[in-house]
């Protein structure tokens, strides 16, 4: 019997059950998802490719550079290139905004496939950045 005090099958039982349900499931709705800010507050793979990314814009190599796995390996038109070849490349880049799309996370035992697009905005060099979305791959 959830509420002794008053007599079994009384509204007000009921009343003060379905009042304490809805205080429960109310809780989920106060706190809205927050973006991870950094490496440490990330949760899953689409967090780490989105902290990976505003790193990126913001220049903060260091970050990258302590994060990223020594056996990291970039594929490039031209064919794969080392971790240190890919971090230089992406030092060239100036990302002015990017935006990530048609995400989808896969768990394998513990190593996490994330799949996505990307739009970039921005320059290398002196020209612009490829503006139509690329599909990326990180494991």
Not at 88 to 95: L, M, N, P, R
Request: hydrophobic fraction near 40%; charge should be positive; include cysteine.
């Amino acid at each position: 019997m959830i509420c002794p005090w008053i007599a079994p099958k009384s509204r007000i039982c009921s009343s003060l059950l379905l009042i304490g349900l809805l205080g429960l499931t109310s809780a989920c709705t106060f706190y809205a998802n927050r973006p991870a800010r950094s490496f440490a507050d990330a949760t899953g793979g689409e967090g780490l490719e989105r902290v990976f990314w505003k790193q990126v814009a913001a220049g903060n190599w260091t970050d990258i550079d302590r994060v990223l796995a020594s056996n990291y390996v970039g594929i490039t038109p031209k064919g794969p290139i080392d971790r240190g070849a890919t971090l230089e490349q992406y030092k060239q880049w100036k990302v002015k905004d990017y935006s990530i799309g048609n995400v989808a996370t896969t768990l394998n035992g513990s190593t996490i496939v994330v799949t996505y697009t990307i739009s970039l905005s921005g320059t290398v060099g002196d020209q612009t950045l490829p503006t139509e979305p690329q599909h990326m791959m990180t494991v």
